[in-house]
């Protein structure tokens, strides 16, 4: 039987490697970028975002999961089960029936801070497992959560021009293991969804690994953790229940590879991180860059909740839309005397995405500040994230000056009960400045609803509305090395037309 079960687990094992094998091998050459991959978020063309359904309550903050003893429920198998052998499942991972609108499945955790959520979860699985005399150092259990996501897109942008499309805009599949009393890890397997450069979407759907790391702590002996791994640094919340990604969220969300450690006791959380990043000037250490990230959310106030908190990074062109701002680099072929074949951007598309690009003149640090509070059925979140220093006129420019970007974000959502359906409505207004280099609008609202039609299910259609830079407004980005004589060249982004973009998104959610 052993073997058996030894030679089946190798199998699976062997199939899941020759399919994550096959996506990656793919060729690929992206046109428009995949707003879930790192260093990859298009923020002029509004992508979706994630985590939507519990990232917009601040009731449903990631502090609340593990206060929820749904074990002691009725209908609850308890954890009687996992004392009998059970080492998979699906989430909830102890209650016998998930929430309507999935909001307790894995999938719907907030993305950020997924260490300390994944501890909180664990922390309360302990604790039920000691109610039957188990304990999580007997085997690991796997969890597992995943969810589809389409639309149907139409959109008039700023030249005038309307397009409409239909999209596939996530199929992730999560992974959550509680290996033993001191070890936790987790991987996000995602797809693929940007239009290669010849060729459809269809033949590029290639899978990669989104995020994975491995987190060691228990919360119920020590308040401390250590993270390492691949994951979004603790820099900024970007909660909405936008479709679409945050004016915030495009300037600020930061995928590394980072050293982190944490703390979380009686609502107050703090983490500091230490990565490499993207700059190739300066010292060349191990932890070239870093930030640290602060707050607090209360965990037992009458019909709602509240959380706080501010962030700092070292180096803010480390973002996912700085390093990539969506735009082509529309490259010209040159050919010199001695018959040299030079390739040469002539557009600013991201640090990351011009020859040398990350070779910048110093750091620029970033900052953020957020707020989420909650009273009965009104939510309201704020958020500001930015520069806190302006990056040399060699890097990035602004009106022929230097430039500063910054970004904020301002929801309101209220939810009611229509027959027998919860509904929720969201209104937006967002705001940018000195952020044309990044292709990012100056002012953006959106109108949202969403609801649940059926069990584990979302529905959700938005109307945004961007009014670009006034007529004439200038940027540039910098590349080093491009240019006929091998010298630094400022690249412009496409001139500003004062005019506005209309975009309506409707989505279709399925989760697990």
């Known amino acids: 039987m052993k073997q058996l079960m030894a030679r089946g687990s190798i199998a699976i094992v062997l199939a899941l490697s020759g399919l994550v094998y096959a996506g990656v091998s793919k060729q690929h050459t992206p046109h428009l970028p995949n707003p879930h991959r790192a260093q990859e978020v298009p923020p002029n063309t509004p992508v979706p975002t994630k985590k939507r359904i519990v990232e917009s309550r601040a009731a449903d903050s990631f502090f609340s999961y593990t206060h929820r003893n749904e074990w002691l429920e009725p209908t609850a198998f308890g954890p009687e089960r996992f004392k009998q052998g059970v080492t998979v499942t699906t989430s909830p991972m102890l209650g016998l029936k998930s929430a309507f609108n999935s909001s307790d499945l894995l999938y719907q955790y907030p993305s950020m801070n997924e260490d300390l959520i994944l501890l909180q979860q664990r922390k309360s699985l302990q604790e039920a497992l000691l109610t039957v005399g188990d304990t999580l150092n007997n085997r690991a259990i796997v969890l597992i959560s995943g969810g589809v996501e389409s639309q149907l897109i139409s959109n008039r942008d700023f030249t005038g021009t309307t397009q409409a499309d239909i999209n596939l805009s996530v199929a992730e599949l999560d992974i959550a293991a509680m290996i033993s009393k001191w070890a936790n890890?987790?991987?996000?397997?995602?797809?693929?969804?940007?239009?290669?450069?010849?060729?459809?979407r269809v033949t590029n759907s290639r899978i990669y690994l989104s995020r994975g790391f491995a987190t060691f702590g228990?919360?119920?002996v020590i308040p401390v953790y250590f993270t390492l791994g691949q994951m979004y640094a603790p820099f900024g919340k970007y909660a909405s229940i936008m479709l679409t990604a945050p004016l915030t969220l495009s300037l600020g969300r930061t995928e590394i590879r980072s050293a982190l450690?944490?703390?979380?006791?009686?609502g107050l959380?703090?983490?500091?991180?230490?990565?490499?990043?993207?700059?190739?000037?300066?010292?060349?250490?191990?932890?070239?860059?870093?930030?640290?990230?602060?707050?607090?959310?209360?965990?037992?106030?009458?019909?709602?909740?509240?959380?706080i908190g501010i962030g700092a990074i070292t180096n803010m062109a480390d973002?996912?839309?700085?390093?990539?701002?969506?735009?082509?680099?529309?490259?010209?072929?040159?050919?010199?005397?001695?018959?040299?074949?030079?390739?040469?951007?002539?557009?600013?598309?991201?640090?990351?995405?011009?020859?040398?690009?990350?070779?910048?003149?110093?750091?620029?640090?970033?900052?953020?500040v957020?707020?989420?509070?909650?009273?009965?059925?009104?939510?309201?979140?704020?958020?500001?994230?930015?520069?806190?220093?302006?990056?040399?006129?060699?890097?990035?420019?602004?009106?022929?000056?230097?430039?500063?970007?910054?970004?904020?974000?301002?929801?309101?959502?209220?939810s009611l009960t229509i027959l027998d359906r919860a509904l929720t409505f969201g209104l937006v207004f967002g705001k940018t400045w000195q952020a044309f280099a990044l292709n990012l609008p100056e002012?953006?609202?959106?109108?949202?609803i969403s609801t649940a039609l059926w069990k584990n299910t979302m529905l959700g259609i938005e109307y945004r509305h961007d009014i670009n830079y006034p007529s004439g407004t200038t940027a540039t980005g910098t590349t080093a090395g491009t240019t006929?004589?091998?010298?630094?060249?400022?690249?412009?982004?496409?001139?500003?037309?004062g005019r506005q973009r209309n975009m309506i998104t409707l989505q279709l959610g399925a989760y697990f």
């Open 484 to 497: 006929l004589t091998n010298q630094a060249a400022t690249l412009p982004v496409p001139i500003a037309n």
């Open 218 to 220: 228990n919360l119920s």
């Open 185 to 200: 890890a987790f991987m996000a397997l995602d797809y693929d969804n940007s239009t290669p450069a010849t060729g459809s």
């Open 443 to 448: 002012q953006s609202y959106a109108f949202i």
């Open 269 to 307: 959380y703090a983490e500091i991180y230490g990565y490499r990043g993207n700059r190739t000037t300066g010292v060349d250490n191990l932890f070239r860059e870093g930030g640290a990230n602060i707050g607090y959310n209360t965990l037992n106030f009458k019909n709602g909740q509240i959380d």
């Open 370 to 414: 957020h707020f989420e509070g909650s009273y009965k059925n009104l939510s309201l979140i704020a958020e500001f994230i930015g520069a806190t220093q302006n990056f040399s006129p060699a890097d990035m420019t602004f009106n022929g000056g230097t430039a500063r970007p910054q970004a904020m974000h301002v929801e309101a959502e209220y």
């Open 261 to 266: 450690i944490g703390y979380y006791k009686n």
């Open 319 to 368: 973002s996912q839309g700085m390093q990539n701002n969506g735009l082509s680099p529309n490259l010209t072929i040159i050919t010199l005397n001695n018959g040299t074949v030079l390739s040469v951007p002539t557009q600013f598309a991201g640090f990351g995405n011009t020859p040398n690009g990350n070779a910048l003149a110093h750091n620029v640090i970033g900052a953020d």
